[in-house]
């Protein structure tokens, strides 16, 4: 089973609206679980995602950058 992380802040209403999708598309997939990372608790990745968030990665290192749609989710999650 592939564990998705999905980065933002707790602070973000993008990372709310895209973790709404995501969680919406999972509940028909079983084959995915995901986490959440706070971006503000680590220096580096707070460098890294600090203008894209949210971001949702999958462990083969693909990244989903906001703004996405149900359907790019699905087309990223069917990977």
Known sequence: ????????????????????????????AV???YVKRDISDCDV????????I????HPDGRELDWPFDAAQLAGFLAC
């Open 1 to 28: 089973m592939a564990q998705l992380i999905l980065y933002g802040t707790s602070a973000c209403h993008l990372c709310d609206t895209a973790e709404q999708l995501l969680r919406s598309q999972l509940a028909a």
């Open 54 to 57: 949210p971001v949702l990665r």
């Open 45 to 52: 990745l707070f460098e890294r995602y600090g203008i894209r």
């Open 31 to 33: 084959s995915c679980t």
